[in-house]
């Protein structure tokens, strides 16, 4: 049976069924293409249908799950154009994020970054695919927003969150002793440091093609 994650008192019970969820996604208690039924998740979990319901609806923003008319929620499935797609545009869009964000580099912004690499080297000691989700999206976020284009950082947001949700049905993504993140993470902080725009492109590109590559070994 599914547990609610423990949660400190100011977080509502749709918070809990929210997170709780999500764990069970990324844990692959929930598969893709399964289709999710608001009343056995409410008994499962020992709560109403209301916090389910708005958990199935964040989940659905996020990306883990889509909403079919006449049918109800289900565990998303992307297809491999689909994976593919979204990595391209994510590219594009990291690259110009960057580009802006070589331009307005500051010690503080340096000071974030690191802040997040230690966070980020703690995770991948403890192997913990929940915080990675967290603090990997929070790096990418950091540098967009040094772009200096609001517009920019919330698509940024998006797509790096869908492309995270796409890989989570892919096991080797998840293979922390292979997954080259950290060390990637360090090389664009290196460069930003340095504000040489054109090895932070190429970094980007780099980092996010391993990923595309290690899907396609999947055998998407």
Same mark, same amino acid.
Request: aromatic residues 8%; glycine residues 4%; contains cysteine.
């Given at each position: ?10 977080? $509502? ?47 659905? $923003? ?18 491999? %154009? ?21 331009? *307005? ?35 990418? $976020? ?6 200096? $284009? ?13 492309t995270f ?13 292979? *997954? ?25 590109r780099r ?8 899907? %396609?070994?999947?055998?998407?």
């Open positions: 049976m599914a547990e609610l994650i423990p949660a400190p008192d100011y977080i $509502n019970t749709g918070d809990s069924v929210y997170r709780s969820l999500r764990r069970l996604i990324l844990i692959k208690k929930l598969r893709w293409g399964q289709r999710l039924s608001e009343s056995a998740l409410a008994e499962q979990l020992g709560v109403s249908r209301t916090p389910v319901r708005e958990a199935l609806r964040r989940l659905r $923003n996020d990306g883990f799950v889509v909403m079919k008319p006449n049918s109800g929620a289900w565990i998303a499935s992307p297809s491999p %154009q689909e994976v593919l797609d979204a990595y391209a545009l994510r590219t594009h869009l990291e690259c110009w994020s960057l580009s802006l964000a070589v331009r *307005n580099v500051t010690p503080l912004l340096l000071i974030r970054l690191e802040e997040k690499l230690e966070e980020e080297t703690g995770i991948f000691r403890a192997r913990d695919i929940e915080r990675y989700f967290t603090t990997n999206r929070g790096f990418h $976020n950091i540098i967009a927003g040094a772009s200096g $284009n609001s517009f920019l950082v919330q698509h940024v947001d998006d797509i790096s969150t869908k949700v796409f890989s989570v049905f892919y096991e080797k993504f998840f293979d922390f002793d292979r *997954n080259p993140s950290l060390r990637e993470h360090r090389a664009i902080t290196e460069a930003l440091r340095e504000r040489d725009e054109e090895r932070c492109t190429a970094l980007i980092h996010l093609k391993i990923t595309m590559e290690e899907l %396609q070994d999947a055998e998407l």
